[in-house]
């Protein structure tokens, strides 16, 4: 009955489903990750806690040094903590260099101070940032004694952990409601002059010593790494949404019968599925699935590959990583454009009765 319900209703909704699948996991019976994936599937459409489990987690495990996963880890795989992926600003999305959020280092608090300069930096998009996360991963400019860094990860908490409230500088709220995605709630916001301490930077790769010294990372691209995986786990899911709709159009197909098989004869007809035409849109979309599935599957373990090489030192992590980027960018968009021109035409497929809500193919695309 998803259908029915509008954005908010859908956001309360998913995040029942949340509370019962945290609470499964904290009872102790789903341990393995690929069974707490596959539990998180059965909720059917995404819900607020998402991006937390696919990019605000990962990022902790893969960019924060020994003491702050020691800290945080516990409260985020424990859901005791919230968070969100706060890359995205209303001007810039992909082109992560000219992201306009800045952080400038005081040395005499050891603290950050964060700030939203403009209107386009303004974080915009970030699932679960709307009303459910308390804290944000965000992404800004480090700026020490005038020098423009780059681009860093800061932990940053966003909403009282005792009201939900948001803190003070903090502007936080919902985008509403999107063609689809509205069990999450997708959220913008703006830093005012906000203030962290040094320890909230994420220091695996890059440092702020004490004194603001600056210690570079091996490559400036590491900090991309919980995107990059992001795009292998799309690329997957492409797949696996373009299944979904070859697998309702082939059922429809199958079942629908259409024009008699003999002039004048009475009985007897064509299954839709015996003409040539819709085999002939249909069967390259059901390729298209396997491949999508499988080629994700094989760059998320690409990516745990280099994840592997980064951690050990190896100096050849540099063209695995530009490796693994190029063809993460350029898989994801060309996937999801056939996905999506895929989905569209299983619907038209499917004749009148796809262009049903009950078809599922609206919620699909």
């Known amino acids: 009955d998803m259908m029915y319900r509008n954005h908010d209703e ?15 996991l904290q009872d102790g019976g789903y341990s393995d990750p690929v069974d707490q994936q596959i539990l998180y599937a059965a909720m059917g459409e995404p819900t607020a806690i998402e991006v937390h489990r696919t990019m605000f987690v990962p990022t902790l495990e893969n960019q924060g040094d020994d003491e702050q996963r020691a800290k945080w880890l516990p409260l985020a795989r424990n859901f005791k903590i919230l968070g969100a992926y706060a890359q995205t600003e209303l001007g810039h999305g992909s082109n992560v260099q000219g992201i ?8 005499a608090t050891q603290e950050f101070v964060i700030d939203s300069p403009t209107l ?10 709307g009303k459910t996360a308390n804290h944000a991963m965000v992404h800004a400019r480090l700026f020490l004694d005038g020098e423009d860094v780059g681009v860093q990860a800061f932990l940053v ?6 009201d939900h409230e948001p803190l003070p500088g903090i502007e936080v709220g ?12 997708n959220g913008y916001c703006a830093f005012h002059k906000i203030r962290v301490p040094r320890e909230n930077m994420m220091m695996r790769y890059a440092k702020v010593l004490p004194n603001g010294t600056f210690v570079k990372p091996k490559s400036d691209k590491l900090v991309y790494l919980t995107m990059v995986q992001i795009r292998a786990y799309l690329i997957r899911s492409l797949g696996q949404g373009m299944g ?8 429809f197909s199958a079942a629908r019968v259409q024009g ?28 298209i699935s396997y491949a999508g599935f499988f080629a994700g599957t094989g760059l998320i373990g690409m990516h745990d590959s280099a994840l592997a090489i980064v951690k050990s030192g190896d100096p050849s992590f540099g063209s695995k990583l530009a490796d693994l980027h190029a063809v993460c960018s350029g898989l994801k968009a060309w996937l999801a454009n056939h996905v999506s021109d895929g989905i569209e035409n299983c619907r038209r497929l499917c004749g009148g009765h796809g262009f049903t809500h009950s078809s599922n193919l609206g919620h699909l695309f």
Do not use: C
């Open 10 to 24: 859908r956001y309360n909704f998913g995040i029942k489903k949340a509370f019962n699948y945290i609470k499964l």
């Open 100 to 107: 306009e959020t800045v952080a400038t280092y005081d040395k």
């Open 120 to 129: 386009t930096s303004r974080k915009w998009w970030p699932g679960g940032l």
């Open 157 to 162: 908490q966003i909403r009282s952990m005792e």
């Open 174 to 185: 919902d985008i509403g409601p999107k063609v689809g995605f509205n069990g999450v709630d």
């Open 244 to 251: 979904m709709a070859t697998t309702i159009t082939t059922r």
């Open 260 to 287: 008699r098989k003999a002039p004048g004869a009475t009985k007897g007809e064509f299954q839709v599925l015996d003409y040539q035409n819709q085999q002939h849109v249909l069967f390259p979309y059901i390729a």
